[in-house]
Every structure is written in structure tokens, then in C-alpha cells.
T-cell receptor, first 117, second 116 residues
Framework: DQQVKQNSPSLSVQEGRISILNCDYT??????FLWYKKYPAEGPTFLIS?????DKNEDGRFTVFLNKSAKHLSLHIVPSQPGDSAVYFC????????????????FGSGTQLTVLP | DTGVSQDPRHKITKRGQNVTFRCDPI?????LYWYRQTLGQGPEFLTY????????KSRLLSDRFSAERPKGSFSTLEIQRTEQGDSAMYLC??????????????FGPGTRLTVT
């Protein structure tokens, strides 16, 4: 049972246009959401995150939107650049129960973004 | 800050052999995680350390797997009697002791294991 789903395995966008990557989750205990970018043969690189108390977080060209009622989040990249071509993973973490809580991340299966020059 | 490092980057072993991987987290981070990633999937949680204490283990972590973090700094992940199904990328991540920042995990480059 996939608790975090990225239903689009791939997305192609023209350079300079907006890239929108989507993610859905099912577990109501998730309280914090993150996006990672991954290049081949490298580990995931943290991009941006959002707490469940917010509905938007912005960092430069990257904006994450959270719709808690729909259990949906999206990552917008504007403008898209060829260097953004990578696999993007959505991840979710449960809220804290105690200071020792693992807060392990549950990942989606990723979306391969290709930005065409 | 040199980031999270992992060694080796690649390991090829024969079925039935034991392998050990090492992870060095970001120096001020007290939380350390191991994940496994197979082709076409996102990373899956294996185990978690806070300082030297192993506080959580996934059901994915069979009896053949053991992890340690003896002094609360680097960690090792050992797989005994490897099987072909163990072939995967093994990722280590660390996060800050700050309650607010502890959600943000920073990953190493991974160790790619191939069991022949």
C-alpha cells in the first residue's frame, strides 16, 4: 500500500516554462512534506519543505503548495532550466510523538523531469 | 561542512558473502538514517539512530541486517549471507538535533550493492 504516490513517472517541459510536479498521500499522520531532487549515481538532494500548518512555501524558483483536505501537494518550478532535469521525489514525515521519534521519510516513486532547451 | 559521506560507493559481491558499509553523517547531526532504494522506486526506510541508540527498525530489516553507531558518530550497516534480492542502493541520511530542523534529512551519495 503506497502511502505517498507520484502518479506521473515522467514530465517534459520547455525551458523557461513552468514545471508542475504532483504528489498525493493517504496517511493523515503525515505532518511535514519535502521534495528532493536526484541525479543518476547520486543521493537525493533536499530542495524545499512545507509544514502542514502552511499551504505554501517559496524558495527562489521553487514553490511547494499543500492542500491538506485533498491530501495533495505540488512543486512548481518557474522558470524551468535544463539543469533542473532530474528525478524528483516527494516525501512525507509523521508528526512528532516524542523527542526520540524517528520521523522517517516515506517517499513516492519519483517523477523524471526533462527540461528541453 | 563536508556533507554526508558513504564508503564504498560501489560493492560487487557473491551470494552468501558478508558486506559492510560505512556512513559518516554531517558532524553536528545527531540523527542518522539508513534507507534502501531499488530501481524505479523511492528510498525505503530501514533504521534510525539518535546518537548511539538504534531507536527504530523497519520490517524490511531482516535478521541478516545489522546496523551500529558505536560512538554516536559514524555508522555501519552489515548484511550477512547476501542474497540477490539485496542488490540495491543503500543510502544514509542525517538530520539536525534541532526539533524544527530534524525533519530535513540530508543524504549521502549511497553505496550501490550488486550481488551476483
Amino acid at each position: 500500500d503506497q502511502q505517498v504516490k507520484q502518479n506521473s513517472p515522467s514530465l517534459s517541459v520547455q525551458e523557461g516554462r513552468i514545471s508542475i510536479l504532483n504528489c498525493d498521500y493517504t496517511n493523515s499522520m503525515f505532518d511535514y512534506f519535502l521534495w528532493y531532487k536526484k541525479y543518476p549515481a547520486e543521493g537525493p538532494t533536499f530542495l524545499i519543505s512545507i509544514s502542514s500548518i502552511k499551504d505554501k512555501n517559496e524558495d527562489g524558483r521553487f514553490t511547494v503548495f499543500l492542500n491538506k483536505s485533498a491530501k495533495h501537494l505540488s512543486l512548481h518550478i518557474v522558470p524551468s532550466q535544463p539543469g533542473d532535469s532530474a528525478v524528483y521525489f516527494c516525501a512525507a514525515s509523521p508528526g512528532t510523538i516524542s523527542s526520540g521519534s524517528a520521523r522517517q521519510l516515506t517517499f513516492g516513486s519519483g517523477t523524471q523531469l526533462t527540461v528541453l532547451p | 561542512d563536508t556533507g554526508v559521506s558513504q564508503d564504498p560507493r560501489h560493492k560487487i559481491t557473491k551470494r552468501g558473502q558478508n558486506v559492510t558499509f560505512r556512513c559518516d553523517p554531517i558532524s553536528e547531526h545527531n540523527r542518522l538514517y539508513w534507507y534502501r532504494q531499488t530501481l524505479g522506486q523511492g528510498p525505503e526506510f530501514l533504521t534510525y539512530f539518535q546518537n548511539e541508540a538504534q531507536l527504530e527498525k523497519s520490517r524490511l530489516l531482516s535478521d541478516r541486517f545489522s546496523a551500529e553507531r558505536p560512538k554516536g558518530s559514524f555508522s555501519t550497516l552489515e548484511i550477512q549471507r547476501t542474497e540477490q534480492g539485496d542488490s540495491a542502493m543503500y543510502l544514509c541520511a542525517s538530520s539536525s538535533k534541532s526539533r524544527r530542523l530534524s525533519y530535513e534529512q540530508y543524504f549521502g551519495p549511497g553505496t550501490r550493492l550488486t550481488v551476483t
